[in-house]
């Protein structure tokens, strides 16, 4: 083995984190391809979100996860044989949701939500990513129409 290569590695092992599932971590979008989109966390190697961690069937990723910004992502499995990670960005998203959401019952705010289904009982609604059930006792006029996909 050459000097340098025994350089290289000894440098490679100061730079050697030990990110482990669970964990939170700041990541800037390098690209795409057909796993997902591709995220250097300061790995060995270069993360990916799968698609389906990364939006709703209905959003483009793309658009969500720009190259060349910086988001947080959280681990969801470590380190493969190839040295990937896999990441998450709904995860995050939906726990700063879920803590917006405590904030306002907190505050006994009220919230708008978009109504995801009707079902015996009352609304599935979706607020900021996050569903939930509203029975139709709670629902503020019960003569109101209620349209699918409306507020």
Do not use: H
């Not at 658009?63 to 998450?88: A, M, Q, R, V, W």
């Amino acid at each position: 083995m050459a000097s340098g290569e025994l350089d290289f590695e000894e440098l490679l092992k100061q730079y050697d984190y030990n990110f482990q599932k669970g964990d939170l971590v700041k990541g800037l979008v390098c690209g795409y391809d057909s796993q997902g989109v591709m995220v250097d966390i300061g790995a060995k190697t270069i993360a990916v979100v799968p698609t389906r961690e990364a939006v709703d069937k209905d959003e483009n990723v793309e658009t969500k996860l720009e190259k060349g910004k910086e988001y947080e992502f959280l681990i969801i499995k470590e380190e493969d044989e190839d040295g990937k990670f896999l990441l998450s960005r709904k995860k995050v998203d939906f726990a700063y949701a879920w803590k917006e959401l405590e904030k306002a019952k907190a505050a006994d705010e009220t919230i708008l939500g978009t109504i995801a289904g009707i079902v015996k009982g009352g609304v599935l609604v979706e607020i900021s990513g996050v569903r939930g059930f509203v029975p139709s006792s709670q629902l503020r006029s019960k003569e109101t129409d209620l349209e699918v996909g409306g507020k």
